[in-house]
């Protein structure tokens, strides 16, 4: 069989958004067998990257379940909505970057799983800029370890 | 209006803006790349005629903890059941509670195997008491160390320049080529051949050109 694919698609003029805002979209997932599909998990979180540890956290979690009795043809647009925390916010920096995204995590009843992710901005925190350490001459240097080590 | 976007890979997140960061270089999400020799599947194999009980070895930033979560992996998917333990800063003795953590976890019918990332840490009574347990309950034992740790020796990690160029050219996104590949090279010597110190050198250098 085919390896589903999952598709996001988040309703709006941008992929902007500011605090409060509503974020609203849909998905779908293109699988030859819908049957399948035991579980779709969807959320919206934010998660930080950078060299060290990573932080985490779901603001909007839902589950729909194939495994509960009712059927839910995954092949057709399934809308999500939720209402945009006032923090934190997305934040492009060189340390540490804060990203936001929807995440829809579809698990097959074979015991595999498959995710799709589609990333947003929240708020307009400017970019972080690497500041290059200026070099002091050296006579500069050698004046100053004098001055400390006379 | 955004696009829809299909997900390029189990592992890896499109959302990462540097290929470098921590979430694109842990254990899972960089590929081990075999020397010639076992692949895989029959360093797995080995493992099992081991009764699941064998130690990778190799220095800092070699890849042994890719290589662990690897067959850790394929051993889960065979039904063993994993209980990973990541020992860090000097640990020289086993997380409080381990057993019972290892106790709770236990399915009826699966084998258990701990998995234990820095086994040299833990002193030398800490790791007798370790492998007394695992052998009296009948546990696997599957370890990373920089050094033989008197377990039977399942592989030997090693780092050379050709794998630094493979990973790199394997992290950056298609197309975009601003590390160079003598800068990739500068900076494997410089960190002797500890891939977990390049890329986090590339991270740094990955900003600067952005």
Partial sequence: MKDPSIRIRLIGDTDHYESGDTLSGEFFVDIAEPEAIRVVEISVLW???????????????ERIGNDNGQFVDMRQSQPFATALPASPLSYDGVLVKIHWCVRIRVF??????????????LGQVPRGQVIEEEEKPQAEVESVANKIQP | MPEYLPYPDHHRSFVASNPF???????????????????????????????????????????KSTLLYLLAERASAAGIRMVPFDLHDQQRTMPRGWQRQVWESFEVGRGTMLVVDGYEQLTAFAQWRLKRTCRHRQWGLLVTAHRDVGLPHLYRTLTHIDLAHALVTFMLPEGETPIRPELVAEIFRRHEGNLRNVFSDLYDQYEKLR
């Fill in chain 1, 47 to 61: 998660f930080t990257e950078g060299k060290g540890e990573e932080d985490l956290d779901v603001h909007f979690f």
């Fill in chain 2, 21 to 63: 960061s921590t979430r694109c270089t842990r254990p899972g999400a960089v590929p081990f790349h075999f020397a010639p020799g076992p692949k895989e599947k029959q360093l797995f194999e080995r493992l099992w005629d081991m009764g699941l009980w064998g130690q990778i070895v190799g220095s800092h930033g070699s890849g």
């Fill in chain 1, 108 to 121: 097959l009843s074979r015991g595999r799983d498959f995710a799709a992710e589609q990333s947003f901005w």
